[in-house]
Structure formats: C-alpha cells, structure tokens
C-alpha cells in the first residue's frame, strides 16, 4: 500500500539536515582519552564552528567584533539554530540575550531552533527555548511542529513537557496528521504512544488525505506495540478510511496475522476461527475451569460404579476438557487459570473438610483450629486479592505540573520519572507492567492473588502464607483421622505403601484433595520463609533483593567501591530485625512498641521523616546492612 506514506521529504528528513550537524566535544571521554585526544585551537574557529564545539568565549569574542547573531548562513541557518542542534545551552541563552530571533524560520526545512531542539531531542535547550518565549505550534516548511517531531523521533520527554506547557496532544499538522499518528507510524515501542494516550489523545481521529486513524497507521506498518496500547485504551477498530479499510481489513491485506488476531480478540471474535462464545462467557468457561478439572479427577473415582463405567465416565471427561480448551480458552487463561484455581482449591477443600471429616472429629481443639486458620487464610487472601496494594495515583493536572518541575531540574530522569503514570516516582516504587500502574514499596506481581504485592497488602500477604500451611496441617490431620475411623485399613501390619493403596480404594475423592493440599503446604511454606526472612531479617523487597544494583540508594556513597559486586551495597531502611518487624506488622502491643509509619506513596528519599514517619530514627544511627 505505498499511498501509506504521508510525508515522502519529512520521512527523508535526516537527509536534509545541515551540512554539518554534530561536532563532538567528547564530553564523557576519560580523562586518559581525553589527553590523548589533540584539543583543536578554538581562537581559529569560525562563529558556526565555535557554536557547534561549545566554545562560549570564541562566540563571544566574535559577536563583541561586530558580528550580527541574526545573519544566516549559505543554507540560512541560523547560529541560534546551530546552538540548537547541537544542545549548546550557554551559547542559546547568550545569543538569545544579544538579540536572536528565537522563532526564526530556517535551512532547508525552515524550522525554527524549537523544531531542530524537539527533533534532536535535546529536552534541556526545548525548556530553555520555551523559557525564552519560543512558540511551539508554529509549523516548519513540512507543516509539522515541535511536539509532531518529538512523535516522530520517539523523544518522548519532550512530547510530555510540551504537553503539560499547553500543546493539544490532538493537534493536527498540514497534512492532518495528528501526534498519536505520528507515533504509531514512526516510533517502534510503547512510547511515546501511552504517554500520548495518557494526556488525553484521543484514538479514533482520522487524518485529512486517507481518513486513517492511529490504530490504522501502526497497523500498516505492523507497530505491534503501538496496535495493544491503542486497543486497550479503547480505539475503535470498525472505523473505516478513504478505502472502506478498517484496521483489521488493512491488516489482513498486509498479512499480519499477530496483528489481526489481537483485533479480533479485542472485537470478541474468534482470534483463531474456532473459539465460540462470546469474550465475557469465555471468561466465565475459565474460571469454572479448575474447579471443573478437581471435581471431576476426585469424582470419578470415588463413585460405587463398575470400574468399565468409571473408565467411560473418564473419556467423557477429557472428552469434555478438549472441547473446553479448544473452544473457550483464549489467551487470557494465564492470567485467569491462576486465581481461578486458587478460589476453587479454597472453596472445595472447605466444602471436604465439613462434609467429610467434621463428624469423625472428636477433638475440639481440632475443629476450633481449623475453622480459625481456614477463616485467617481466607481473611489475607481477600485483603491480597480485592484490596489496593498501594497504587501510586496523580490528577492529569498534578501529571503536569510533575513533568513540568522534573523536565526544569532534573530533565525527566527515567529513574524518577514514569512515563506511564506520568508521575514522579517514590522511592522503593516499581510499574508493575501487569497491572499497568505503579506500586508503591512493590514486591511483586503475583498471580495466584490476580494483584501486586506492595505497601498496603504485603503484610497481608505473608500472613495469607503463613496460614495456608496452618490450616492445612489441621486439614490432613482431620484427614487421617477420617481415615482411620471410616477405612478399614491394616497401617501397623502392613505398613505405609500397603495403607495408601487401601485408602485410595477407600476414598479416591479425599486421598486426590490430600496430595494437592500436601503440595501446597510444601511449597507455600517455603515462600513464607523466603518472604518472612526478606522481609523482617534483610529488609527488603522480592524487588529490592532482586534489583539492588540497579537502585542508586543502595549504594553508600562514604564507602569505596570494594573488587566484589556487592561490597559496596548497603540497606538504608534496614532498622533491626525487631524494629523491622514490628513496622512491617504495625505491632503496638498495647502500646509497647511504637511502629515507624511511612506512607510510601509520597515517600521520595531515604529521609524517611519527609512523609510525617513517625518513631523516625536518622539514617546515622541505622544499621548497614550488606544483601545477601
């Protein structure tokens, strides 16, 4: 589809950069380098050269002689243009102060210092030209402007900055194209696409000369990131262009076929051609399908039918289980089969324990243990599961005013910025990329709660794991009593492998339930133990542990870096085993204790009394504490 091209100069626009576009002052060369490296003689440079190597008093000296900063050159570039391209602050804001034009049109695609600056993608001079007054909805020769070059380039600091100084993220160049567009059709990754998303552009315009959308313009060029980003924010995919194409008839035509299945499974069609149902009932068939799975493994074999009726009722069953997962499982169920497996186990291992095992229960203490680490389990799993792990949240209004105060001072540092949720990160905060939102103190994503562990849920988590191997020591106790009383079993003569064989002749049913919920207590308990020592002993999170390296706040700054990876790593909210398990579980004990608060929502440093902690202790008198 060639007439899929909506700018054949501006998509060939690097080739009409001036002459000389970058001269590299080999700032981040060692200092060994550099001394190898000859320093040319800066009192030679003409005025152009000058301002491309940054050399402020060779410009100045040359200005001071008489030489007029508005004047172009042979291919009417300006030197404020040249201070542009080539990120030269002092030298803009010094030609700025002595009278440059700083929305002068020039060179062959007679841009202003704006456009080059956004197309560079030189977030510091676009502040500083804005600083200054530059207007940035003024067009170059091509029609486009700045925040339509940033799109283009993929700058996506700088398409947030011009948006949370005024720019409409709607704005459509000359030829109708809007910044969304330019995204999806020039920019190979999620962003600046979500950003975009984010700040209110809308998904479904269509441009002037093709009446494509954005969703049509990533798919034409098969920008897969772009096409789920734009699908989950809600771009309609029946929207036709000038051609009667929708997104999904362009790309069949294209034969993308990824493409076209994720549209089809955003339509609630089939993605596949033999998926039935519609997408919510699909959803519904999913979760029934675990619990479907462990009743009828347990079922079947404890029914007091002929074992040739058993078998049949088994091919039935797998019968029943292919046309499940042939026809109703999409590619949700990774995320579905989890929890959902989850939520059956609990209910049906409940509904065994009172069914069968509570009339041959003569023990109280058992039935009243039971019943309190069941209903403790349940407890924490519901707080886990349909409670706000601590998401990081921010008016569009506060989104702007963030970007606008990091893009001023720190240059929207990737590390202190998320451009997701467009908001300035909390210290020990993480996106959490299933989610889709930031978590404050994450740990991790689990799946088996359908939720991210963080601030506000963890310490529910770890109980939920310390319970769930509680209960289930009381459940196969009340099992082998069962056992015992309703079997008619030959233990002590025999032995064990003669006793499993006789209850699983006895009970299928309860012999299937006690293996799952013995390798659940297995491998739970082994998680608890991790978490618990991580959490109380270390101090950290699964991230934390994981990730230290990377955090610069792990790193001490008074001690030398050591020959080992990690020797000079420490923990600064690390306060003692007792201390950090007392404001982890929040224990007052009456009053006796008085746990540290943090809220880790606002909280941007390691000065943890900045968000009103109370029971502060200085970072001083805190522990190091080296990873293990």
Same mark, same amino acid.
Request: net charge neutral; hydrophobic share 40%; aromatic share 12%.
């Given at each position: 589809?060639?007439?899929?091209?909506?700018?054949?100069?501006?998509?060939?626009?690097?080739?009409?950069?001036?002459?000389?576009?970058?001269?590299?002052?080999?700032?981040?060369?060692?200092?060994?380098?550099?001394?190898?490296?000859?320093?040319?003689?800066?009192?030679?440079?003409?005025?152009?050269?000058?301002?491309?190597?940054?050399?402020?008093?060779?410009?100045?000296?040359?200005?001071?002689?008489?030489?007029?900063?508005?004047?172009?050159?042979?291919?009417?570039?300006?030197?404020?243009?040249?201070?542009?391209?080539?990120?030269?602050?002092?030298?803009?804001?010094?030609?700025?102060?002595?009278?440059?034009?700083?929305?002068?049109?020039?060179?062959?695609?007679?841009?202003?210092? %704006? #456009? *080059?600056?956004?197309?560079? /993608?030189?977030?510091?001079? +676009?502040?500083? =030209?804005? !600083?200054? &007054? $530059? @207007?940035?909805?003024?067009?170059?020769?091509?029609?486009?402007?700045?925040?339509?070059?940033?799109?283009?380039?993929?700058?996506?600091?700088?398409?947030?900055?011009?948006?949370?100084?005024?720019?409409?993220?709607?704005?459509?160049?000359?030829?109708?194209?809007?910044?969304?567009?330019?995204?999806?059709?020039?920019?190979?990754?999620?962003?600046?696409?979500?950003?975009?998303?984010?700040?209110?552009?809308?998904?479904?315009?269509?441009?002037?000369?093709?009446?494509?959308?954005? %969703? #049509? *313009?990533?798919?034409?060029? /098969?920008?897969?990131?772009? +096409?789920?980003? =734009?699908? !989950?924010? &809600? $771009? @309609?995919?029946?929207?036709?262009?000038?051609?009667?194409?929708?997104?999904?008839?362009?790309?069949?035509?294209?034969?993308?076929?990824?493409?076209?299945?994720?549209?089809?499974?955003?339509?609630?069609?089939?993605?596949?051609?033999?998926?039935?149902?519609?997408?919510?009932?699909?959803?519904?068939?999913?979760?029934?399908?675990?619990?479907?799975?462990?009743?009828?493994?347990?079922?079947?074999?404890?029914?007091?039918?002929?074992?040739?009726?058993?078998?049949?009722?088994?091919?039935?069953?797998?019968?029943?289980?292919?046309?499940?997962?042939?026809?109703?499982?999409?590619?949700?169920?990774?995320?579905?089969?989890?929890?959902?497996?989850?939520?059956?186990?609990?209910?049906?291992?409940?509904?065994?324990?009172?069914?069968?095992?509570?009339?041959?229960?003569?023990?109280?203490?058992?039935?009243?243990?039971?019943?309190?680490?069941?209903?403790?389990?349940?407890?924490?799993?519901?707080?886990?599961?349909?409670?706000?792990?601590?998401?990081?949240?921010?008016?569009?209004?506060?989104?702007?005013?963030?970007?606008?105060?990091?893009?001023?001072?720190?240059?929207?540092?990737?590390?202190?910025?998320?451009?997701?949720?467009?908001?300035?990160?909390?210290?020990?905060?993480?996106?959490?990329?299933?989610?889709?939102?930031?978590?404050?103190?994450?740990?991790?994503?689990?799946?088996?709660?359908?939720?991210?562990?963080?601030?506000?849920?963890?310490?529910?988590?770890?109980?939920?794991?310390?319970?769930?191997?509680?209960?289930?020591?009381?459940?196969?106790?009340?099992?082998?009593?069962?056992?015992?009383?309703?079997?008619?079993?030959?233990?002590?003569?025999?032995?064990?492998?003669?006793?499993?064989?006789?209850?699983?002749?006895?009970?299928?049913?309860?012999?299937?339930?006690?293996?799952?919920?013995?390798?659940?207590?297995?491998?739970?308990?082994?998680?608890?133990?991790?978490?618990?020592?991580?959490?109380?002993?270390?101090?950290?999170?699964?991230?934390?542990?994981?990730?230290?390296?990377?955090?610069?706040?792990?790193?001490?700054?008074?001690?030398?870096?050591?020959?080992?990876?990690?020797?000079?790593?420490?923990?600064?909210?690390?306060?003692?085993?007792?201390?950090?398990?007392?404001?982890?579980?929040?224990?007052?004990?009456?009053?006796?204790?008085?746990?540290?608060?943090?809220?880790?929502?606002?909280?941007?440093?390691?000065?943890?009394?900045?968000?009103?902690?109370?029971?502060?202790?200085?970072?001083?008198?805190?522990?190091?504490?080296?990873?293990?």
């Amino acid at each position: 589809m060639e007439d899929f091209k909506p700018y054949p100069t501006q998509a060939k626009a690097d080739d009409l950069l001036p002459a000389q576009l970058m001269v590299s002052d080999h700032s981040t060369d060692s200092p060994t380098q550099q001394q190898v490296r000859s320093k040319p003689d800066q009192s030679t440079f003409d005025v152009i050269k000058a301002v491309q190597y940054g050399a402020l008093d060779r410009v100045k000296e040359l200005v001071e002689n008489g030489l007029d900063v508005q004047e172009p050159d042979k291919e009417n570039v300006t030197l404020l243009h040249w201070a542009s391209i080539n990120n030269r602050l002092d030298i803009a804001k010094y030609l700025i102060n002595q009278g440059a034009i700083i929305d002068q049109l020039g060179g062959d695609l007679n841009s202003t210092p %704006l #456009h *080059w600056g956004a197309r560079q /993608g030189h977030l510091p001079m +676009v502040v500083l =030209l804005m !600083q200054y &007054g $530059a @207007d940035p909805s003024l067009r170059d020769g091509e029609g486009v402007s700045a925040i339509h070059l940033a799109c283009q380039y993929g700058h996506t600091a700088i398409v947030a900055y011009l948006i949370a100084k005024g720019q409409d993220p709607n704005m459509l160049d000359g030829n109708g194209m809007s910044p969304l567009m330019w995204a999806c059709y020039r920019t190979f990754s999620v962003d600046p696409t979500r950003l975009l998303l984010t700040l209110g552009a809308s998904p479904n315009l269509q441009d002037k000369h093709y009446q494509n959308t954005a %969703l #049509h *313009w990533a798919t034409a060029v /098969g920008n897969t990131a772009a +096409v789920t980003t =734009l699908l !989950q924010q &809600g $771009a @309609d995919s029946f929207i036709e262009n000038s051609r009667h194409e929708t997104p999904l008839d362009v790309a069949m035509s294209r034969r993308n076929g990824y493409i076209a299945i994720r549209i089809k499974e955003n339509r609630g069609e089939a993605s596949t051609g033999n998926k039935k149902g519609s997408k919510v009932f699909r959803q519904y068939v999913m979760w029934c399908f675990p619990g479907t799975l462990m009743i009828l493994a347990g079922l079947i074999p404890d029914l007091s039918i002929p074992y040739s009726y058993k078998f049949g009722l088994a091919l039935v069953a797998m019968g029943l289980v292919y046309v499940l997962l042939r026809f109703f499982v999409d590619n949700r169920a990774t995320k579905v089969f989890p929890i959902a497996t989850a939520v059956s186990t609990k209910v049906i291992l409940n509904f065994t324990f009172f069914a069968y095992f509570w009339p041959y229960l003569s023990d109280l203490w058992l039935k009243i243990g039971f019943v309190l680490s069941s209903f403790s389990m349940c407890w924490s799993f519901w707080k886990c599961w349909r409670f706000n792990p601590g998401v990081v949240k921010n008016s569009q209004e506060d989104q702007k005013r963030t970007i606008i105060e990091l893009a001023e001072t720190t240059g929207l540092n990737i590390s202190q910025f998320c451009t997701t949720c467009l908001i300035k990160r909390p210290i020990r905060s993480k996106h959490c990329s299933s989610c889709d939102k930031c978590i404050a103190r994450f740990d991790h994503h689990c799946p088996w709660v359908d939720n991210c562990i963080g601030s506000l849920n963890h310490r529910y988590f770890i109980m939920y794991l310390g319970f769930l191997p509680l209960a289930a020591v009381f459940y196969l106790v009340g099992n082998a009593m069962y056992w015992l009383e309703s079997c008619n079993t030959s233990f002590e003569e025999n032995g064990v492998w003669i006793f499993i064989g006789e209850v699983m002749s006895c009970s299928p049913w309860t012999f299937i339930m006690s293996l799952q919920v013995a390798v659940y207590m297995v491998w739970v308990a082994m998680l608890f133990v991790c978490q618990f020592y991580q959490v109380i002993y270390l101090g950290v999170t699964t991230n934390e542990r994981m990730n230290h390296a990377k955090y610069q706040h792990f790193r001490d700054p008074k001690r030398p870096k050591g020959p080992f990876r990690d020797e000079n790593l420490f923990n600064p909210f690390h306060r003692g085993v007792l201390r950090n398990f007392v404001d982890f579980f929040e224990c007052t004990c009456m009053g006796l204790c008085r746990p540290m608060k943090v809220d880790w929502g606002v909280q941007f440093s390691t000065d943890l009394s900045q968000s009103g902690a109370t029971n502060f202790v200085s970072t001083n008198n805190r522990e190091n504490y080296q990873f293990v």
